[in-house]
């Protein structure tokens, strides 16, 4: 059997991927995680005195919080299962990355494998977020020293 061959087979074979319905599924569960992000924006807001400009820390963290504790229960996989990008893209896509990697490697112990393993994968998000926070806050405080913009 040639190259040909093989790959005529396993075009025959192979079931046809359903791009419509998983573009679908990804839009609506990431729509809906990012509404229920907003539905804990209106409760900071409504019962914490937060503002517009200061609830957005206390969300992420919420949703953080909760996709680790889906991931805990196995919850997330199956979402991430159904929905693929749209469970990841969202923020709650880095709590389950974090835990995910800690629970993998939890039978290496809590320093070696919980503690050693949790940041392999969000290590970069945190390391680029970082520095690129510090280059924004950089760029704003010299347009600010400048008076091109108000502080």
Not at 77 to 99: H, T
Not at 118 to 125: D, E
Request: charged share 10%.
């Amino acid at each position: 059997m040639n190259q040909q061959e093989y790959e005529k087979i396993e075009q025959q074979v192979t079931p046809p991927t359903p791009y419509i319905s998983n573009l679908l599924k990804a839009f609506f569960v990431g729509g809906l995680i990012c509404a229920i992000g907003h539905a804990i924006t209106y409760f900071y807001i409504i019962f914490f005195d937060f503002t517009e400009k200061t609830v957005g820390n206390p969300t992420v963290a919420t949703a953080i919080f909760i996709a680790m504790l889906l991931t805990g229960f196995g919850l997330y996989k199956k979402l991430g299962q159904f929905a693929g990008a749209g469970s990841a893209v969202p923020v709650s896509g880095f709590g389950n990355a974090v835990i995910s990697a800690a629970i993998e490697h939890r039978s290496e112990g809590f320093v070696l494998g919980v503690g050693g393993n949790m940041f392999k994968l969000a290590g970069s998000v945190i390391l680029f977020g970082v520095a690129s926070a510090f280059v924004v806050s950089l760029i704003k405080l010299i347009l600010v020293t400048m008076g091109v913009i108000e502080w």
